[in-house]
């Protein structure tokens, strides 16, 4: 007979202790499924591979008989990945470790199954957006359209504002017959009468870790010349 040593289902690269019980005056072969292991001739054999392991005993005297088999299983080996991000300056938690930089990293759970599962990061780190472009100011004739625009790196929003009383406070605007793209790297005033004149304009450009502040650019209304006419009697 054969007796296991241990679990015969196996996670990978592990093993389990095989013993056979036979008279020592006993010759052994060991096989797997059905074909012989070189080599494997002593009453114990140790079994990493999956398959159904029997020992064939061939008695002094030239008789032969064969074991039941004992079936050896290995688990499927497990493992994951992942992409994540964090901001700069912040550290990430995966697992027991505190990582605090970019790169691949692994840590090893156990599965659902019993065996160890290999889990790969990559992890990626975000700054704040920064500014490359920023809006210009602008002089434009009474009731036509300006166009301003920012260039920023790392931004996934934008939001324009507007500021009516000379830069004191801003306020967000939003798209009507007066504003397009308000949420956008380009901004468009349609229409500029005598009262927007002096309006300042700037982006908050934001993402996940953030936000910045453009310079803020002042719209000037052209106001129109005017002509006398004179005529003699």
């Known amino acids: 007979t054969i007796d ?25 072969q060991w096989r797997r499924n059905g074909t012989d292991i070189a080599g494997a001739s002593n009453n114990t054999l140790t079994a990493s591979d ?3 392991y029997t ?40 697992g027991s470790q505190s990582l ?18 290999i889990i790969t990061l990559t992890l990626s780190v975000r700054s704040t957006p920064s500014l490359i472009a920023q809006p210009q100011n602008s002089s434009v004739n009474l009731y036509d359209s300006a166009t301003l625009s920012v260039q920023a790196n790392e931004a ?5 504002q507007v500021s009516s009383n000379g830069n004191t406070s801003f306020v967000n605007i939003q798209d009507n017959q007066l504003y397009a793209g308000s949420g956008s790297m380009t901004l468009i005033v349609r229409a500029l009468t005598l009262n927007m ?27 129109p010349s005017t ?6 009697n």
């Open 197 to 223: 004149n002096n309006y300042r304009y700037r982006c908050v450009v934001s993402n996940s870790c953030g936000q910045v502040n453009s310079d803020p650019a002042t719209l000037t209304v052209n106001t």
């Open 100 to 117: 605090t930089s970019a790169g691949t990293y692994n840590r090893t759970v156990t599965a659902a199954n019993g065996c160890d599962s």
């Open 4 to 28: 296991a040593v241990g679990n015969t289902a196996l996670c990978p690269g592990n093993a389990v202790t095989l013993n056979a019980t036979t008279d020592p005056s006993n010759t052994i």
């Open 156 to 160: 996934t929003s934008y939001q324009w």
């Open 50 to 52: 999956a398959g159904a």
């Open 227 to 232: 002509v006398q006419f004179y005529f003699d």
């Open 55 to 94: 020992a064939r005993v061939i008695s002094s005297i030239g008789c032969a008989a064969t074991s039941s088999a004992v079936q050896v299983t290995v688990r499927p080996k497990s493992a994951s990945t992942g992409n994540d991000a964090m901001c700069q300056g912040q550290s990430y938690s995966f």
